[in-house]
């Protein structure tokens, strides 16, 4: 009896999570029907946010916001992922063991930093040096990227480190016996074995850079325009949406529900591109 | 130095250097942090082309004294050696003492000349073929016709080419757990070391492939002198040449195994042996 219902809470507590997936998966593409048969595939061609008169119809297209979202996450995956494993080959092969549970804690403590307070500290202490280094107006892709890179390496850093951890301590052990150096180790015995983790710290990072929306408004400039310079403003789909939530209706309403769409196709394909590409071969 | 090598020191030096290819001299061995050594004034010569085993109840140090022989202990800091571990160099008439070694790059060095297989297999997660390969391309071969060379004499040395000439490029972690562990002992081979040190190399494994462990370490011993630990009271009788016999942290009597087996000088060693403790 008991068995039997722990059975079935357990099977609905699993189903749920698919049930919400194809839910918002349903709202997103029905409200965003409008946009679509307006736009078509050139929704992603058009560089232009204008609402039209009087709130009726307009030009929507999100070729900036998309543009923005994955120049930023590409920014910050350059600059986190050979930093995150630095840090976690520090903490797992070099560093002494003194320093290693400091380190560690701090790391797991950046990782829980709200993001608004990544943002506030990166327009008003970042930005700034990135204007007198660069050039540019302090906000902009690079800001917005760097400081992004800098709120996913503690979490990238912090799941890396414990995949790392999980390499027997005797196949590193052997790997010396042969004649390795920590560097060869790290190469040819810890990364491999630690592969799947290290890929999904990288996925999971990736998610979290593409969503970012709070730190990233403060960041980006929130300005409609296609960026020349690495330096420029601009903006992205998160940061779209929520500025422009409270006031849209109509056409342009549904043209933000058609980029949260594009936001979670992209994510989700990304996700699962990592996922079964990487993670379904070679040697385990 | 010739004019050195002639003085009867040097003499005596390089007599017993054909018989012993290591020897452990009064070694006092220190974990990190720990209050008291765990290998008390250890001394033990491993004989050249020789099978020599070191027996003893768990935690009586021989694992400890296996792995100071390859200063493997020294991937973690802190430990501290007192003594000496002299080591035979083909070069040389005189032993050197590896403990004096401080270079990475010598520790290496000596890591490819004293070989280690431990107690679980630990194949590489990389094919058969580059599992073999690694520590010859760690060693500087370039020449891929010559690492090819070594690794295949290396598989048929190990008795392992049979069963995997055909699956080279599969990958290490197919093979069951005899033949990874044949397959580590290749990977060793295949540097041409001149000592391998077992660390209990069977105890994870089934009869039928503790029985070919045994066969090839048997073999080797034509090419390599060789040093194991093991609980397997047979298998130190059966494998061995000579027997060391520690207890908690010091070696009570080592001896040709026969003798240790069949009438040793120690009481201790005795009880162990008819199994009254251990």
Redesign the interface.
Same mark, same amino acid.
């Given at each position: 009896m008991g068995g039997k219902l722990f059975r079935n809470v357990s099977f609905l507590s699993a189903t749920l999570s698919f049930f919400i997936l194809l839910g918002i998966f349903v709202i997103l593409f029905h409200y965003a029907q409008d946009a679509m048969h307006t736009f078509g595939w050139d929704f992603l061609r058009i560089d232009q946010w204008e609402p039209g008169e009087d709130d009726e119809g307009g030009v929507f297209g999100g070729l900036i916001p998309i543009a923005g979202t994955l120049l930023t996450t590409l920014i910050a995956m350059v600059i986190a992922v050979p930093l995150s494993m630095g840090i976690a080959i520090f903490l797992t092969e070099i560093a002494?063991k003194n320093l290693v549970k400091p380190v560690g804690v701090a790391i797991e403590l950046l990782a829980a930093i709200p993001s608004i307070i990544y943002g506030m500290w990166g327009l008003f202490y970042f930005a700034p040096i990135i204007q007198h280094t660069f050039g540019g107006n302090g906000v902009g892709l690079l800001t917005a990227g760097i400081v992004l890179a800098i709120m996913i390496i503690p979490f990238m850093a912090a799941i890396t480190r414990d995949a790392m951890n999980t390499t !027997?301590p005797?196949? $590193?052990?052997? &790997? /010396? &016996?042969?004649? &390795?150096?920590t560097f060869?180790v790290v190469k040819?015995?810890v990364m !491999? /074995?630690a592969k799947g983790g290290i890929i999904g710290s990288i996925i999971l990072a990736l998610g979290r850079a593409l969503g970012e929306t709070m730190a990233v408004a403060f960041l980006i400039g929130s300005v409609f325009k296609f960026p020349s310079k690495i330096t420029d403003p601009t903006t992205s789909i998160p940061v779209l949406l929520a500025n422009n939530f409270s006031e849209a209706q109509d056409l342009e309403l549904s043209s933000m529900y058609l980029l949260a769409l594009l936001l979670f196709v992209v994510s989700f394909i990304i996700i699962s591109l990592a996922k079964f590409y990487f993670l379904g071969r070679g040697? $385990? | 130095m010739s004019t050195e090598a002639l003085s009867p020191s040097n003499v005596m030096e390089a007599e017993t250097k054909q018989k012993d290819v290591m020897r452990v001299e009064n070694l006092t061995y220190t974990y990190p942090g720990a209050p008291k050594p765990s290998l008390h004034g250890i001394n033990l010569p491993i004989r050249r082309n020789k099978i020599t085993a070191l027996i003893g109840p768990s935690g009586c140090g021989k694992s400890t004294l296996l792995r100071a022989m390859n200063r493997i202990h020294d991937l973690y800091p802190g430990n501290r050696y007192e003594g000496r571990i002299l080591l035979s160099n083909p070069e040389e008439t005189a032993m050197e003492d590896i403990l004096e070694l401080k270079k990475e790059n010598d520790l290496i060095r000596l890591r490819q000349r004293v070989g280690m297989i431990f107690q679980k297999p630990t194949p590489f997660p990389m094919t058969i073929f580059e599992n073999v390969a690694y520590g010859l391309k760690l060693s500087g071969m370039k020449n891929k016709s010559d690492i090819e060379e070594r690794v295949v004499a290396a598989l048929q040395g190990s008795a392992i080419w049979n069963e995997t000439k055909d699956r080279l490029n599969d990958s290490a972690m197919g093979l069951s757990g005899g033949q990874q562990q044949r397959l580590c002992i290749a990977r060793a081979v295949a540097l041409k070391p001149e000592v391998l040190l077992f660390d209990e190399p069977t105890s994870a494994l089934d009869p039928i492939s503790t029985g070919a462990i045994e066969e090839l370490i048997s073999e080797l011993k034509k090419e390599v002198s060789i040093a194991i630990v093991t609980h397997n009271m047979q298998q130190a009788s059966r494998l061995s040449d000579y027997t060391a016999f520690m207890y908690i942290g010091d070696l009570i009597e080592y001896n040709k195994t026969s003798k240790i087996f069949l009438n040793p000088d120690q009481k201790l060693t005795e009880d162990y042996i008819t199994g009254r403790f251990g």
């Open positions: 002494h !027997p005797v196949l $590193k052990e052997s &790997a /010396y &016996a042969m004649g &390795a150096t060869e040819d015995i !491999p /074995y040697v $385990k | -």
